[in-house]
């Protein structure tokens, strides 16, 4: 009859009261959210407002969790219950919505990180700025993050009395601890710290073009401790990112996207050079990729076998247009020498004299 009368140690009329004052709580919980994910969707109906959709987007789904326990955790004070479940449920009911409330502060970083990207949109001709500033958003928004995660993990486990003696106990050995934790972190700080100098000081910055280790390609991403390259071919070079403190590499867009390109070719002596600039010029006159700045050629040098040296110098408005204009100009000069001056293209010359000569 006790199992009748009880359950889990409940009288059966208490237990169905706070099973109902908690049900309540969550539908009225719920019902809220409901009300304030259509008030959102009418705003957005009404103004195009990247925020408004992004929070949408973003804080639907934690905020439709965290309203309802939050209702949840003030109506416990509403139950009837032994200590030892009140207390229970209570530090349960604790650590799930500081999980939560820590989820829904960095789901609004993601709202305020769309707005930004939005609003610095890298597909520009000149998007110096835009990268410098998504640059430090990537990076600031990588280490608040981190310190969300951090402070929120320190929040729960020091909720725990046993968590709390613990640390008191580890305090008494911080200074022997602290040392050899840096040493063990002296790495890993070295990098956050280059990060922090990357970041503000910004050699590199996203979309960057690069010459490093040898390999073209761009800035895709860069992260607290390593920055991905992204490879002309689709390949990712992963540097760590107090290489780019440490070690030379070029950076084709440091100041401007826009650069020069150059296209070398080795010629006879009888090449002529007007008909050549001519044709660069009809060349880059009917191309769009040329940027209408520059418009040159010269001859650079002369070799020892019997060639000379001709430099084709245009411009483009970024670094991948430039690449391709020159692959374009290359060939179409080399089609147009084969064509119209064969006999200049680079031969080499032996000169035969007769022993016998003179005899």
């Known amino acids: 009859m006790q199992y009748l009368d009880h359950f889990f140690g409940y009288p059966i009329p208490l237990f169905f009261k706070n099973l109902i004052i908690g049900i309540v709580v969550i539908l009225l919980g719920m019902l809220i959210k409901f009300i304030i994910h259509k008030i959102f969707l009418l705003l957005s109906r ?34 009837e219950m032994d200590a030892v479940y009140r207390l229970s449920l209570t530090k349960i009911l604790e650590v799930a919505l500081t999980i939560l409330f820590a989820l829904i502060l960095i789901r609004i ?69 602290g040392i050899i934790i840096g040493f063990a972190a002296q790495k890993s700080l070295g990098n956050l710290l280059a990060g922090f100098q990357i970041a503000f000081t910004q050699p590199i910055r996203i979309d960057d073009v690069l010459i490093v280790e040898g390999e073209w390609g761009k800035v895709e991403e860069i992260t607290l401790t390593y920055v991905v390259v992204s490879i002309w071919d689709q390949r990712r070079l992963i540097l760590p990112i107090t290489y780019f403190i440490e070690k030379p590499f070029q950076n084709w867009t440091r100041v401007s996207a826009d650069l ?100």
């Open 109 to 177: 970083i993601d709202v305020l990180e769309d707005y930004f990207f939005l609003k610095y949109d890298l597909n520009k001709e000149n998007n110096l700025k835009e990268r410098k500033i998504r640059t430090q958003l990537q990076f600031v928004r990588k280490f608040i993050v981190s310190l969300i995660i951090l402070i929120t993990a320190a929040i729960i486990l020091l909720s725990f009395e046993s968590m709390r003696r613990i640390g008191a106990g580890l305090l008494t050995g911080v200074g022997i601890g």
């Open 260 to 359: 020069l390109g150059t296209v070398f070719l080795y010629m006879d002596y009888t090449i002529p050079i007007e008909p050549l600039r001519q044709e660069l010029t009809r060349l880059l006159t009917n191309n769009l990729l040329w940027d209408k700045r520059v418009n040159v050629v010269q001859v650079t040098d002369t070799n020892k076998d019997g060639s000379i040296e001709i430099r084709f110098l245009m411009s483009a408005s970024n670094s991948s247009r430039a690449f391709d204009l020159r692959c374009i100009v290359r060939e179409a000069m080399i089609t147009f020498i084969q064509t119209n001056y064969p006999e200049s293209l680079p031969k080499t010359r032996l000169e035969h004299k007769d022993k016998f000569e003179g005899i």
């Open 46 to 79: 009404l103004w195009d407002s990247i925020i408004i959709k992004s929070t949408i987007k973003h804080l639907r789904h934690p905020v439709g969790v965290f309203i309802p326990a939050l209702f949840l955790n003030f109506s416990l004070s509403l139950m």
